[in-house]
Each structure stands twice: as structure tokens, then as C-alpha cells.
């Protein structure tokens, strides 16, 4: 069993469209992100989410936004595509918590192009 | 604030030689250090991961790291690779409690060659 799963793995859509990722997780974890990595595979959070709080890089542009149906899933939303966008996007989780170790698991990644 | 360098973003080596893949960080506070690999296509598997005690980490794939307080680095052997190892390979760096700061280095591309 995937412990964290994503679709779709593959998105190509053009500028302007609206489109989402959806990702679940069977771990149990109370926290879960969507890290984006660039096409120099530079990765960098983007958001991080408990059933407590919502933590947003301060860079990422208001066109996305994070959606939480429960505690397994964290959905991602991006409105009005531009080129830029075009980057493989990673969800994780993780059991937070002093001493927890901390650990991170991904997703296998969604390759979005936006043409 | 806590930053983290991988010092070569291309290592070329033989099959069966030895590795290192070198890592240096920066922090104010302690921090917990971690290896992953990401393989062609695919998402990132964690390796090994320092929290405390012996400094000698051993993780999956025959892949062990050595974290060094003064030096301020968490380097990552293989006394032998295949080329099966050929993948992008990331340390990271986090406070203790706090997996939301977890900060990435830049990656090191490990090229097994026959």
C-alpha cells in the first residue's frame, strides 16, 4: 500500500485553467505539505497543514490554495495557471510533535506543464 | 534561521567504488539531519535520518552518514555503488520537533557508471 499517494502524476493543461492535485495519506499523520520542487530540483514548501493550523510560505502566490476534507487529505488548488507554474509537486506527511523524528514522507510527485 | 549546502552537485563514479556525497549545515539551534533519494521520475524515499546519539547513521541501500558537531557536516558513504544507486540525492536539515522547517540542500546528482 502507498503510504502517500497523489494524482494525477502527470498534468499538462494550458495558462489560465483552473486545476487541482489531490493527495491522501494512509499513515496516520497529523500533518501533512505540498513541497514544490523547480526544474533545477530545488525543493521548497509550500504549505503545511494539521487539523490546527494552515502555514503558507509567504512566497507562494495566492492562486494556491490548499484544501483539507480530513485529516488523511490535502488537496491542491491552482487557479489561473501560468507558465511558470510548470514544476513537479510533491505531497508529504508527517506525525508532528516534540521527539517525533521528525520524518517526512512523499508522495511520488505530480509532474505539472503548463503550456 | 538554518541553511543547508551540498557542496557538489555532480558526482560521477565508478561501479563498485566508494562514494561521498558531502553536506555541510547551518544552524543556531540543534537540528535533526536526514538523507533522501529521489530516482529518476519518481518521489523522494527517505535514507537515513540523525536525531541523537551514535554519530554513525546507517540507513537503507547499504548507505551510512557520519554527523560531525564541529564540523558542521552529515556526509553520505557507500563503500561500493551500483548502478542501480544513479539517482538525485537531498540532505535536509530540521529543528528538533519543527518536520514544517524541514530545509533541503540544492541535491547531488550521483552517476553510477559501468
Known sequence: ?115 | AQSVTQLDSQVPVFEEAPVELRCNYSSSVSVYLFWYVQYPNQGLQLLLKYLSGSTLVKGINGFEAEFNKSQTSFHLRKPSVHISDTAEYFCAVSPPGSARQLTFGSGTQLTVLP
Open chain 1, 1 to 115: 500500500d502507498t503510504a502517500v499517494s497523489q494524482t494525477p502524476k502527470y498534468l499538462v493543461t494550458q495558462m489560465g485553467n483552473d486545476k487541482s492535485i489531490k493527495c491522501e495519506q494512509n499513515l496516520g499523520h497529523d500533518t501533512m505539505y505540498w513541497y514544490k520542487q523547480d526544474s533545477k530540483k530545488f525543493l521548497k514548501i509550500m504549505f503545511s497543514y494539521n487539523n490546527k493550523e494552515l502555514i503558507i510560505n509567504e512566497t507562494v502566490p495566492n492562486r494556491f490554495s490548499p484544501k483539507s476534507p480530513d485529516k488523511a487529505h490535502l488537496n491542491l488548488h491552482i487557479n489561473s495557471l501560468e507558465l511558470g507554474d510548470s514544476a513537479v509537486y510533491f505531497c508529504a506527511s508527517s506525525q508532528g510533535g516534540e521527539g517525533s523524528g521528525n520524518t517526512i514522507y512523499f508522495g511520488e510527485g505530480s509532474w505539472l506543464t503548463v503550456v
